[in-house]
């Protein structure tokens, strides 16, 4: 599918800010005062930014609102209202800790809970799609779950959990890949079970169904070669995962601190461009791309 830019960057820097709310939730860092408003600042500018990304990737922006209106069936309503429950929860507990140097703990669990449903709610979007079998895998929201977390715990100052969450997440990374490879090939899609007419024998398209490109082509079917494709792993997982590693375990200081924060996020977008382009829709055999 076609890696739009805003939508690499809702899914990255969200997680992220939604990841660090839910470690301020727990008390970790726990701290008041100015330093809490950088913390909450940081996590609101992450997650509210990622948000706004992600509208400009709508057809209709100004039909925004309706999101919130289908939470029973749709993932995406559902990530709407848990996000600004999140928000507003975590807005109420941050006034706690910034002026009153309150730790009201229950909130704080709410608002993490809150902000773990936001992430999983995100990665279900992609989860529950059947027509993209590289996504349709318990694997996908595991393992947003884990990066969000992960990245929370870099942002947080949590160095032992980061080192902890970042070692599974490169582990759950890999495996993700590795089924992913398999996905479309497993899932037994093909032209002839697409159209209906494999029983009557073998099916294959006589001329391609459009002259030019079209919404479908351009959206749906973005084709990436393996060896870039192989490349940019190499470059994600040694970003996203192997140097933020390498920085915790150095002697600590802000600087390995910083350069691990900046290497994990230029790596996650990275692999989350990937996460997109490598995603093999369906639709891509009616147009003969698969």
Request: avoid cysteine; proline fraction near 4%; hydrophobic fraction near 55%.
């Amino acid at each position: 599918m076609h890696p739009a830019p805003s939508i690499i960057a809702f899914t990255t820097l969200s997680g992220l800010g939604f990841g660090l709310m839910v470690w301020l939730g727990l008390g970790m860092p726990g701290s008041t005062g100015l330093v809490a408003f950088v913390f909450f600042a940081i996590a609101y500018a992450l997650a509210g930014g990622g948000l706004i990304a992600s509208a400009f990737h709508l057809g209709h922006p100004e039909r925004g609102l309706l999101a919130f209106t289908q939470w029973r069936s749709s993932w995406l309503s559902r990530e709407a209202v848990l996000s600004v429950a999140t928000l507003g929860v975590m807005g109420v507990y941050a006034i706690g800790r910034i002026f009153f140097a309150a730790d009201w703990v229950l909130l704080g669990w709410l608002g993490g809970a809150l902000a773990l449903g936001t992430v999983l709610a995100t990665s279900m979007i992609y989860a529950q799609m059947k027509t993209v079998p590289r996504w349709r895998s318990p694997l996908t929201p595991a393992l947003f779950l884990l990066l969000s977390l992960a990245g929370g715990a870099l942002l947080a100052g949590q160095v032992s959990w980061a080192l902890i969450l970042l070692a599974l997440s490169a582990v759950l990374q890999l495996a993700w890949w590795r089924q992913g490879d398999h996905a479309f090939a497993a899932s037994g899609t093909t032209m002839a079970s697409a159209t209906g007419l494999g029983p009557i024998g073998q099916v294959r398209a006589f001329e391609p169904p459009h002259t030019g490109p079209n919404y479908l082509l351009r959206e749906m079917v973005h084709i990436v070669g393996r060896k870039h494709a192989l490349k940019l792993r190499v470059i994600a997982f040694g970003l996203g995962y192997v140097l933020p590693i390498a920085f915790l375990l150095a002697p600590f200081s802000h600087v390995m601190g910083m350069l691990a924060v900046i290497s994990h996020i230029t790596g996650i977008l990275a692999s989350r461009w990937l996460f997109f382009a490598e995603a093999e829709h369906v639709v891509g055999l009616y147009y003969g791309k698969r």
